[in-house]
């Protein structure tokens, strides 16, 4: 009876010893745990590395105002600084310098940039896809085809604006056209409300500026679908984003950090309104914030990066060069135009 007595408290014993070896060894994961969490805290991604962007005073820039925003409150995790310009040669003219880093510009501006400076620039992503519509009081224009006898204001001589509507009319076998090009949107917006049945190329938020403003306007076609329909491709790209190729080369931690939070930012633009809107008004990018509101579910901000984005920009380059080479440089660019992470 004693020798059974023993056996029990002996086993007894021994499965006391295991379950307190087992809350050791428990304990002791779990504070392996929490070290490891806490040492994925301290090495969250950070940048020291100033990034210097620049964009345009339309829809790549509306994409960009939730960064901002949060970059002068100091909650971005990279550091950035932002300067917004009316025409793309400014951008593009300071990106040449040196005096930005990266540039949200024309998807074809890009490609003469790249030929220009034999690779010197770096496609990262796409912000914008068709953002251009005709707008006007003349309620006979509904195509391309209608824009035959008539002329035509538009903006973006050299750019995306230029190159589409030429391609447009060209592949619409519209020879009379003729095209009068202005500086801004809002110089071309300004003389819509001078002569409603004037007939403009706008890009958003100016379209929906100008209609609310007058109306007597509207917009009569899309120059995205009128793109679809002639040329068979689905692929109309408007403004892209390009680093200097050796900023990114030199700081590709800080490029791809920043793309995390341009992507952060575009979503944002997209289902903040509110916030977009009032932001988009401060920087005087568009004067009304009610206006910008109206606008932003139509100035199709994005962000497309990788294989799908260089798809997407090749499609459309080849388009604009079997049209006029020199729409992209005289060549289409190489696969180091194109940057995937």
Known sequence: ??????????????????????????????????????????????SDVTVRVGSLKGPT????????????EGTTSGKYTFKIAAQADEITGALVSGDIDIALIPANAASILYNKTEGKVTVIDINTLG??????????????????????????????????LRYLLETAGVKDCEVIFVSEATEAAALLSEDPNMIAILPQPFVTAATK????????????????RLSGVNSFVTGVTVVRTDFLKEHEDAVKLFMDEHKASAAAATENLDATAEKV?????????????????????????????????????????????????????????????
């Open 1 to 46: 009876m004693k020798k059974l007595t023993r056996l029990v408290v002996c086993v007894m014993v021994f499965i006391l010893m295991l379950a307190v070896a087992g809350c050791g060894k428990k304990k002791d994961e779990n504070k392996d745990e929490k070290t490891e969490e806490k040492a994925e805290e301290d090495t969250e991604v950070k």
């Open 61 to 72: 820039s509306i994409g960009l105002v939730d960064m901002m925003a949060k970059s002068d």
């Open 131 to 164: 953002v251009l519509y005709c707008v006007t009081g003349d309620g006979s224009i509904t195509s391309v085809e209608d824009l035959a006898g008539h002329s035509v204001i538009s903006m973006g001589q050299g750019t995306t604006p230029e190159y589409v």
């Open 213 to 228: 403003k007058n109306d007597k306007l509207s917009v009569a076609f899309s120059l995205t679908e009128e793109w679809n």
């Open 281 to 341: 008004a401060e920087l005087g990018i568009v004067e009304k914030a009610e206006i910008v509101k109206l606008a932003i579910p139509n100035c199709n901000i994005t962000y497309v990066d990788g294989a799908d984005m260089k798809t997407a920009i090749s499609d459309y380059l080849t388009v604009l060069y079997n049209m006029a080479p020199e729409s992209v440089g005289g060549k289409l660019p190489g696969d180091d135009f194109y940057y995937s992470k």
